[in-house]
């Protein structure tokens, strides 16, 4: 098989309410954290341990956008699926690094998880 696959699958809470972004052209992006937890216990001690993981999530599809800005907020519990990818940037001089989850249109998913919108908010129209 000459082929492969970039998917990321990930349960977890948001970290901080979303940032969105407008550009001059109308479009949207949103920009949040994401944190997946592990939790075992200790085959020695029998204690309970856990490890964060904090994933930067970058949401290019608009329709998802809209659900972001509209839905989630720091806690949601959400399903995510999109496609791993790590971009370069300058900062002091010096080249950054930073990898990030991005959701395009036709190639990532949003899976709200915290039950029915707060109806009170307008969310639940």
Do not use: C
């Amino acid at each position: 098989m000459a082929y492969s696959i970039n998917k990321v699958t990930l349960l977890g809470n948001v970290g901080k309410d979303p940032e969105i972004k407008t550009f001059q052209n109308g479009g949207k992006i949103a920009n949040f954290s994401l944190a997946t937890t592990e939790r075992w216990k200790d085959k020695t001690t029998g204690e309970q341990k856990s490890e964060t993981e904090w994933h930067n999530i970058v949401v290019k599809n608009e329709g998802l956008v809209g659900i972001v800005e509209k839905y989630v907020k720091k806690g949601s519990k959400l399903h995510i699926e999109g496609k791993i990818e790590t971009r370069e940037y300058e900062k002091d001089g010096a080249k950054k690094y930073i990898t990030e989850i991005v959701l395009y249109p036709y190639s990532g998913e949003i899976v709200l998880l915290d039950g029915k919108p707060d109806e009170k908010d307008g969310a639940g129209e």
